[in-house]
């Protein structure tokens, strides 16, 4: 089991950004990350995913960019152009890597605390 720490949410205006970061304890290049996101009385849904293994990306939004930085074993998701919908708790998720998995969140099996984000109007 990888331990996972958020950071970096926030309140931000309407067409800020936003950039949050996992903090995993084990190295990333062993997991699949994932970055969901659940707002009140919704469901917790995929915003974005990171294979470990070979860097392969998901995004559900073009206004995303996930990456990762190995040496520091940190996976990050840049949020542009913010929009009040977007306000939500944002978790980030591990999975053993090279399993093939899809960017879902019943597929993670271990999850940070969880960041939240608020943007306004």
């Known amino acids: 089991e990888v331990q996972l720490v958020e950071s970096g949410g926030g309140l931000v205006q309407a067409g800020g950004s936003l950039r949050l970061s996992c903090a995993a304890s084990?190295?990333?290049?062993?997991?699949?990350i994932g970055w969901f996101r659940q707002a009140p009385g919704k469901e917790r849904v995929e915003v974005a995913c990171?294979?470990?293994?070979?860097g392969k990306t998901h995004y559900t939004d073009s206004r995303l960019t996930i990456s990762s930085d190995g040496a520091k074993n940190t996976v990050y998701l840049q949020m542009n152009r913010l929009k009040p919908e977007d306000t939500a708790v944002y978790y980030c998720?591990?999975?053993?890597?090279?399993?093939?998995?899809?960017?879902?969140?019943?597929?993670?099996?271990?999850w940070g605390r969880g960041t939240q984000v608020t943007v306004s109007s």
């Open positions: 998720a591990a999975v053993d890597g090279g399993l093939g998995v899809l960017c879902k969140a019943y597929e993670y099996p271990d």
């Open positions: 084990g190295l990333i290049s062993e997991y699949d």
């Open positions: 990171i294979s470990g293994s070979d």
